[in-house]
T-cell receptor, first 115, second 115 residues
Framework: ETGVTQSPTHLIKTRGQQVTLRCSSQ?????VSWYQQALGQGPQFIFQYYREEENGRGNFPPRFSGLQFPNYSSELNVNALELDDSALYLC??????????????FGPGTRLTVT | AQKVTQAQTEISVVEKEDVTLDCVYETRDTTYYLFWYKQPPSGELVFLIRRNSFDEQNEISGRYSWNFQKSTSSFNFTITASQVVDSAVYFC????????????FGDGTTLTVKP
């Protein structure tokens, strides 16, 4: 158990819709990262948030956006869903102190299916 | 740009055999972190080991051992006397130094251990 939770576990959406995925970090973890893991591939870095500000972004379009809240929860929003957005979405939190950290703790993921 | 290559897509062994999972990485950074994670069917990534780029000592933890060779940009993982419970997908990952939350992952090696 890493103490990182994600909701929902599974989700089915239709192409063109919008979706919000949620993550709850361990208390005191000020940094959260989101990853997309397509079937048969490794996780790909989407973006990272530190103290409610974006702290780096991977090669994902602007329709992927995020929010981080003071209570150590965060959201990943995806607009205009495409079939290729079907994947396991993982969030990972890192301990307090700075955005610099040598470890991250992963949640169980949200499986998104776009039809 | 960082890149991680896990050339072995799938490996199948019989219980008690030793197995080595290969990982080759590319980075322009002089300091960085390397990781191995295990992903069982449940989907949650389980942290196994972190190695700093300036620490080339091999490490052993029970049946697990890791061989880091900076000269060949490799970070291989060996399981000795494999067990059925070792069956999972294993990922090698690379991150900026002191920011594990921005990791680049390989596409994973699926290990199947047969009784």
């Amino acid at each position: 158990e890493t103490g990182v939770t994600q909701s929902p576990t599974h989700l089915i959406k239709t192409r063109g819709q919008q979706v919000t995925l949620r993550c709850s970090s361990q208390s005191g973890h000020n940094t959260v990262s989101w990853y997309q893991q397509a079937l048969g591939q490794g996780p790909q870095f989407i973006f990272q948030y530190y103290r409610e500000e974006e702290n780096g972004r991977g090669n994902f379009p602007p329709r992927f956006s995020g929010l981080q809240f003071p209570n150590y929860s965060s959201e990943l929003n995806v607009n205009a869903l495409e079939l290729d957005d079907s994947a396991l979405y993982l969030c990972a939190s890192s301990p307090t102190g700075s955005p610099l950290s040598y470890e991250q703790y992963f949640g169980p993921g949200t499986r998104l299916t776009v039809t | 740009a960082q890149k991680v290559t896990q050339a072995q897509t799938e490996i199948s062994v019989v219980e008690k055999e030793d197995v080595t999972l290969d990982c080759v990485y590319e980075t322009r950074d002089t300091t960085y972190y390397l990781f191995w994670y295990k992903q069982p069917p449940s989907g949650e990534l389980v942290f196994l080991i972190r190695r700093n780029s300036f620490d080339e000592q091999n490490e052993i933890s029970g049946r697990y051992s890791w061989n880091f060779q900076k000269s060949t940009s490799s970070f291989n993982f060996t399981i000795t006397a494999s067990q059925v419970v070792d069956s999972a997908v294993y990922f090698c990952a690379l991150s900026e130094f002191s920011n594990a939350g921005k990791s680049t992952f390989g596409d994973g090696t699926t290990l199947t251990v047969k009784p």
